[in-house]
């Protein structure tokens, strides 16, 4: 639903039936258009606004965005009005509207988006899809995600290649440093997240990109964290691949992503998933032998069948609803507030470890610490006894705990998770 005033008045129209709570959210709608102004990231009269436009509860303190973002009314509203529209009518969904909508969010063009419910599959696709052979190598983190560490996994298992690892540094230069050693006349491809999921740190991927280029690999991003985190411009960025979902960040459907994939890279990446879409249109399985032609001459070689209506409409919306407030403003709140929490966790002297960089193009809205002298699990347990949701990431046993922030919060939320933090230190 797009926050004009047409629609507006069509919702006026069905206040009757609306609760209080749904009420007070649609003259939020209204309050939040902004046709394109700044925002200031402190302006709690507009934040609080926006927050209206949530269901997600307030009996608990949500800051865990990290794992996935709650949709706004008018996400979920589209999307039950599409599904609602599908089983009333009969109508066989359309998600031709969807690919353009994404490409033009994150710079790309239309015909480089493939549709997929998840990073993982995003990230899966481009991962069997490169040639590698035996004793080819790959870079990866020392902090991925199950995501963007099994497919890679797996073909170290099949096909012998060979992974390699770096841990991210405090500054981007270190972090560029760590890579150039790693590379190797044996290495292929850079798989790396552009924020990883333990401590949030952002990645200098334009860099890490051109250093692929300049050296001949392929450089395939994890984007879980990116798309609606921060304005993307993926031409720019001259990544072969990115690999997103629009259920983190961008606050829309759960089980909805993308996979963005360089037009001149698709005839690199093989598509192993043929079906209705995928073809050119010139495959005949009428003939004897059956007649084959070649991949759709657009990303959607990587994908097919039917496509949930009311999924792709729900992310059409939250495409809009992130446009009505402004991508910029939106990054520049949540990046604010994570400075804040970085602030707040630096306060206690020592006693709480920052696993993430403060320098401020390695920082955004997520943020892992330590406790010293304090189980990660028994705080994580604390944090779930008072009705605050953060994650505990014990992956590559790093063991420590993450805290996310986006546009639905505020300042008090990160100051009651300070609070459980100086009682558990005591
Ligand atoms: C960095 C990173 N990569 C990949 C994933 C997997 O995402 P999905 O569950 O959408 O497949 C996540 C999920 O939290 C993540 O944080």
Redesign the pocket.
């Known amino acids: 639903m797009k926050f004009d005033r047409r629609n507006f008045i069509k919702s006026a129209t069905v206040l009757a039936v609306l609760t209080l709570k749904e009420m007070q959210s649609l003259a939020a709608a209204h309050q939040i258009k902004n046709e394109g102004k700044t925002i200031d990231d402190d302006d709690d009269t507009y934040w609080h606004n926006v927050r209206q436009l949530f269901p997600l509860t307030k009996d608990w303190t949500y800051l865990n965005n ?3 973002g709650p949709s706004p009314y008018p996400v979920i509203d589209a999307m039950r009005t599409a599904q609602m529209d599908a089983d009333i009518n009969g109508n066989y969904g359309s998600y031709d509207e969807t690919p353009p909508k994404i490409a033009k969010f994150v710079g790309a063009d239309r015909d480089e988006i493939a549709l997929t ?7 899966n696709i481009a991962c069997w899809g490169v040639p590698l052979k035996r004793g080819d190598e790959v870079i990866l983190t020392t902090h ?5 560490c099994a497919p890679w996994m797996n073909r170290q298992k099949l096909h012998g290649i060979v992974i390699r690892k770096f841990t991210p540094a405090p500054t981007a230069a270190e972090t560029l440093n760590r890579i150039n050693s790693l590379i190797s006349p044996y290495t292929r491809v850079i798989a790396i ?5 333990t401590q949030g740190q952002v990645l200098p991927v334009k860099e890490i990109c051109q250093l692929a280029k300049d050296k001949g690999l392929f450089s395939l991003i ?1 984007g ?2 990116g798309a609606g985190m921060m304005p993307l411009d993926l031409h720019d960025m001259g990544c072969d691949t990115y ?1 997103s ?1 629009s ?2 960040w961008m606050l829309g459907p759960k089980g909805t ?1 993308f996979l963005y994939v360089r037009k001149g890279f698709q005839d690199t990446v093989q598509s192993y998933y043929g079906g209705g879409g995928t073809d050119d249109g010139k495959w005949n399985l009428m003939t004897t032998p059956v007649t084959i032609g070649g991949y759709a001459h657009s990303a959607h070689r990587y994908f097919g069948g039917t496509q949930a209506n009311g999924l792709y409409t729900g992310v059409n919306a939250a495409i809009d609803f992130i446009e009505t407030i402004g991508q910029k403003n939106i990054h520049n709140r949540i990046k604010s507030l994570g400075k804040y929490t970085q602030g707040r966790l630096l306060e206690f002297d020592g006693r709480v470890e920052l696993l993430t960089p403060t320098e401020s193009r390695s920082r955004c809205a997520v943020n892992g610490f330590r406790i010293k002298g304090v189980d990660y699990q028994k705080f994580f347990e604390t944090c779930g006894k008072n009705k605050v949701r953060i994650r505990a990431v014990p992956e590559m046993g790093l063991n420590c705990l993450r805290v996310s922030t986006h546009i639905y919060n505020n300042r008090d939320e990160v100051d009651k998770l300070m609070g459980l933090i100086r009682k558990a230190i005591g």
């Open positions: 990290g794992t996935f419910h998840n990073v993982t599959e995003g990230i991925e995600h199950v995501g963007n997240p552009h924020i990883p999921c994890d879980a964290h690999a979902c259920h983190k992503g």
